[in-house]
């Protein structure tokens, strides 16, 4: 089993700044992708960005040069996190991590992020 734990959510006013973490534990013992979403109010869960296991990143349009993952690159170890700047009040709402062993997807709980204009 694998669990995921998200932290570094918060409040911030529009223009501020958050670093989220997420780390992996339990039965993985090799590097596996990982992918940050969010959950907006009244919209689907989307994609924020995408990590390979060697670290590549693939964002979505609306991060617009705002956010930026980054990983543990440490053997075995499968920890991420995003940095998020310039942060606007629409960027408010619920951040997963997810990790993609070989098909098999694992969410963590996420972290909540508000921002206020």
């Known amino acids: 089993q694998v669990h995921l734990v998200e932290s570094g959510g918060g409040s911030v006013q529009t223009g501020g700044s958050l670093k989220l973490s997420c780390v992996a534990s339990?039965?993985?013992?090799?590097?596996?992708?990982m992918s940050w979403y969010r959950q907006v109010p009244g919209k689907q869960r989307e994609l924020v960005v995408r990590?390979?296991?060697?670290?590549?990143?693939?964002?979505s349009d609306f991060v617009r040069g705002r956010f930026t993952a980054s990983r543990d690159r440490t053997k075995g170890t499968n920890r991420v996190a995003l940095q998020m700047n310039s942060l606007e009040p629409e960027d408010t709402g619920l951040y997963y991590c997810n990790l993609n062993d070989d098909g098999q997807l694992y969410w963590g709980q996420g972290t909540q992020v508000t921002v206020s204009s």
């Open positions: 990590i390979t296991s060697g670290g590549r990143t693939d964002y």
């Open positions: 339990g039965s993985i013992t090799s590097r596996k992708p």
